[in-house]
């Protein structure tokens, strides 16, 4: 740490004169508030690095000695599979006496991912949930994940993180496997983003077991986990004659593909069977209801908080992943295929 006046080590006044800004800026950008301009949020992140300032944590630590609090890193998004989980660590978190500390990210970019570890360790937090897809790592991700214990969501992982994932290959299989099952010929899939390491997964398995069944794999169509995508998709589906079984990467894109369906005339599931994944709350309640592969999302958000804080206790554990099995639910919105 940087001496600033002689022996005087940085503080909160430092760093607002040295990236022009007030305290009360750096102190909206040391907490992790939205509402602070990428620009100003970098200088002020750049003078708390070159300072080497660190927030004075001994009003919290006074009885404890511990923050008592959890980091969460997340996607800033609608969708309902990121807030299902973040209620779920939410909730465990409070049942162990711990409160959360949440940094959201607008993009999935190695530095600002880099930024939300970094507000959330200026926090004095004990541990992080890094629930975001990582594809690609960096020096500084791996280094602030290794001075603070962290759980990975979604399959991603660091030298030094444990990961909490469900198996997304075991989802495709499932949903293609009961396609297949009903006896359509082929599935045809609506994908998920490619950075994403869940819609990589789910497309993957999907292509394993048309391959293993010796089944014609066709090309999959692209989306962006929205229902307007799977909507511009089930356009293009629709239009297609031989197509009569499709897993979709999402319950949300589903729902797209449903109303797409059915303004080109094709019968959900009489003339195209559609699975979903995910079994949010609206899957049951869609027109027909979705049949589609239903993720613990609770549960998740608890077993990611179970592992941290076991992480906590004892950093120098090798860390284990953990991986959850996705259940199929079968509703009305696939049948078997026409003779």
């Known amino acids: 740490m940087r001496s600033v006046g002689g022996d005087r080590p940085p503080a909160m006044a430092d760093v607002a004169r040295l990236a ?19 620009k100003t949020r970098g200088r002020v992140l750049a003078a708390v690095e070159q300072l080497g300032y660190r927030r004075n944590s001994a009003a919290r630590a006074l009885s404890s000695g511990r923050s008592r609090t959890i980091g969460v890193v997340t996607l800033q ?10 209620s779920g660590i939410e909730n465990a978190a409070r049942e162990a006496g711990y409160t959360v500390s949440t940094a959201t990210t607008a993009s999935l970019d190695t530095s600002a991912i880099e930024a939300a570890l970094a507000r959330l360790a200026e926090q004095d937090v004990e541990g992080v949930i890094l629930s975001v897809p990582l594809t690609h790592t960096s020096p500084r991700i ?22 909490v994932a469900v198996d997304q ?16 010929d082929t599935v045809w899939h609506i994908a998920g983003p490619e950075e994403w390491l869940e819609a990589a997964a789910r497309r993957d398995g999907w292509r394993t077991t048309l391959e293993e069944a010796g089944r014609t794999v066709p090309p999959p169509l692209e989306g962006d986990w929205s229902p307007a995508s799977g909507y511009r998709n089930g356009l293009i589906l629709g239009r297609i004659p031989d197509a009569t079984a499709v ?3 999402s ?29 949010i709350e609206l899957a049951e309640y869609c ?36 991986l959850v099995e996705p259940r199929l639910v079968i509703r009305a919105s696939t049948a078997p295929a026409k003779p």
């Open 287 to 322: 027109s027909p209801s979705l049949t589609t592969v239903a993720q613990p999302f609770t549960q998740m958000g608890a077993l990611a908080v179970a592992h941290l804080l076991r992480h906590i206790e004892n950093p120098a554990a090798v860390p284990e992943p953990a």
């Open 77 to 86: 998004t609608t969708f309902y599979s990121r807030a299902a989980v973040t």
């Open 251 to 279: 319950d949300e894109m589903a729902f797209g593909v449903i109303r797409a369906l059915h303004e080109l005339g094709r019968r959900v599931p009489q003339d195209i069977s559609v699975v979903g994944v995910d079994d």
């Open 169 to 184: 290959s075991l989802a495709a299989r499932q949903a293609t496997r009961h396609l297949l099952d009903l006896g359509h």
């Open 20 to 38: 022009g800004v007030s305290a009360q800026t750096v102190s909206r950008v040391l907490s992790g508030h939205p509402n602070v301009q990428e």
């Open 142 to 163: 791996e280094q602030l994940t290794r001075s603070v214990p962290t759980i990975t969501i979604d399959g991603s992982r660091t030298a030094a993180t444990e990961v």
């Open 247 to 249: 897993f979709v990467a």
